[in-house]
């Protein structure tokens, strides 16, 4: 038996009241005291400023200040476990499949520490990261660095399952589609690239911007996408379709979505919260926080199971209440805020018996498990001229119908005779010079990188701009 005591609680404005003009003042009068509890402002000018990440339940916290300050925090009770400085730039910080383990990217390379504190590995194969992302059902950990090379590598085993120029440039535009774990990239160009570790080259490749794309994040559905842009825009995609639903004006250098949806958008001190009011993909203003003077948004990160937005800025981090952002029933077998040592060792072993292997990552999963039809085998050349001397029999001894007043006469039968035998033919004559064109285009692509030294090689099917 499924039992769902509780109920998202939204604000709901009466008469003319609207609820984006509410502050964060009259929400805490309001409220119980242990809600209370998660409106509050750390002031940590001197390491900023902050990224941070939350654990799938919500319970813990990962901080990277930028001038190498980490911390994990105990976010039931508010208690510092364990912060350290590692004494150099701190561009991003991702827990791994549970709190024990961390991963952040540092100046040179990238580190996975644990939640003590110790340095456990030096990921030295992923460069100078800008972002990093996790994939927890396949436990791989992927990362973009200054050189626009994406990069997974699989976290169990230590394998470099995927290496990849993006060709686009560097980008710190980084997101994992939750639906199917997809990782797309923002590039400078406008363009929203999606990748998977088994190909070489993108998936999809969406124009979204005119000018750089500055945030992007996924709906817990996995079927919206929310991106922004220098244009001073942010839109939304319906990824269905790959049609944008909606166009809103505003510039956002942070998105994240929550997971009942609202959209919340970061731009200097200033943030704003979206929410899809009627169900209708028509998303509107629901609430705004100003941050005070002088503190510049970095990273919005909504708390998993609670109404709480988290915000790390230049001068630390905040928290702030956001009535109707998180899922108020929480499943322990997906995750649990209360487990124990115990349950969390069981739940470890139990998700590296389901990890699930790189090539199960495509844009539509449900196609995993589904009946592949079998591709008609290439004939022989042998095997085709046999077919077309079949076809042109068959047109041969195929009986004309008899008709009257001369039209059956014989000039007038053999040109529909002959009509009929080139039609036969046709196709196996198409499909000979496809072929052939397709082979002298793979000869011509071989050849013109034989003469150049390996370096310049990948630039010979390049042709030169005129």
Same mark, same amino acid.
């Given at each position: ?246 166009? !809103? @004006?505003?510039?956002?250098?942070? #998105?994240?979505? *929550?997971?009942? &949806?609202?959209?919340?958008?970061? /731009?200097?001190?200033? +943030? ?83 990890? !699930? @292997?790189?090539?199960?990552?495509? #844009?539509?999963? *449900?196609?995993? &498990?589904?009946?592949?039809?079998? /591709?008609?085998?290439? +004939? ?87």
């Amino acid at each position: 038996m499924w039992i769902m005591p509780s109920e998202t609680g939204f604000m709901e404005p009466e008469g003319i009241e609207k609820t984006d003009t509410i502050k964060q003042e009259a929400i805490a009068r309001e409220v119980d005291i242990s809600s209370i509890r998660n409106q509050y402002d750390i002031t940590l000018p001197e390491f900023g400023p902050y990224t941070l990440d939350f654990t799938s339940s919500g319970r813990y916290m990962a901080l990277g200040g930028r001038k190498g300050h980490l911390a994990i925090v105990d976010m039931m009770n508010l208690s510092l476990i364990r912060d350290f400085q590692v004494r150099e730039t701190v561009r991003d910080v991702v827990f791994l499949h549970n709190e024990l383990f961390f991963a952040a990217a540092q100046k040179k390379y990238s580190y996975i520490y644990s939640r003590e504190g110790t340095e456990l590995h030096c990921l030295k194969e992923h460069g100078s990261v800008l972002r990093l992302q996790f994939l927890k059902n396949h436990f791989l950990l992927a990362s973009t660095n200054n050189y626009g090379m994406l990069l997974y590598q699989d976290v169990t085993m230590g394998a470099i399952v995927g290496k990849y120029r993006t060709g686009l440039g560097r980008t710190n535009v980084m997101q994992v589609n939750p639906y199917n774990a997809v990782v797309s990239l923002g590039h400078s160009a406008g363009t929203v690239t999606m990748w998977k570790p088994t190909s070489s080259s993108h998936l999809v490749k969406m124009l979204c911007h005119q000018g750089p794309v500055t945030a992007l994040a996924f709906h817990s559905n996995g079927h919206i996408m929310a991106t922004a842009g220098v244009d001073k825009k942010i839109k939304l995609w319906d990824l269905r379709k790959y049609e944008a639903f909606q166009t !809103l @004006p505003g510039y956002a250098n942070t #998105l994240e979505f *929550s997971q009942k &949806g609202l959209l919340a958008c970061g /731009t200097n001190s200033y +943030l704003q919260v979206l929410r899809d009011v009627s169900g209708t993909q028509n998303y509107s203003r629901y609430m705004t926080h100003s941050m005070a003077k002088g503190y510049q948004i970095g990273k919005l990160a909504f708390r998993p199971y609670e109404d709480v937005l988290c915000i790390g800025h230049s001068m630390g981090y905040s928290s702030i209440l956001i009535p109707g952002a998180g899922e108020p029933n929480f499943d322990s077998w997906v995750a649990n805020p209360f487990e124990t040592p115990k349950q969390r060792s069981q739940k470890e072993i139990k998700a590296l018996l389901d990890k !699930l @292997p790189p090539e199960t990552i495509m #844009l539509d999963p *449900s196609k995993i &498990g589904t009946v592949k039809h079998t /591709t008609k085998e290439k +004939l022989t050349k042998k095997e085709r001229e046999e077919e077309m001397e079949a076809a042109i029999e068959a047109v041969k001894s195929k009986k004309l119908k008899k008709k009257t007043k001369g039209r059956s006469k014989a000039g007038k039968i053999m040109p529909k005779k002959q009509d009929a035998i080139a039609n036969a033919k046709r196709p196996f004559l198409e499909q000979k010079i496809a072929e052939e064109k397709n082979e002298s285009r793979k000869k011509q692509k071989t050849n013109e990188g034989v003469d150049l030294p390996k370096s310049l090689q990948r630039f010979a099917h390049k042709k030169p701009s005129s």
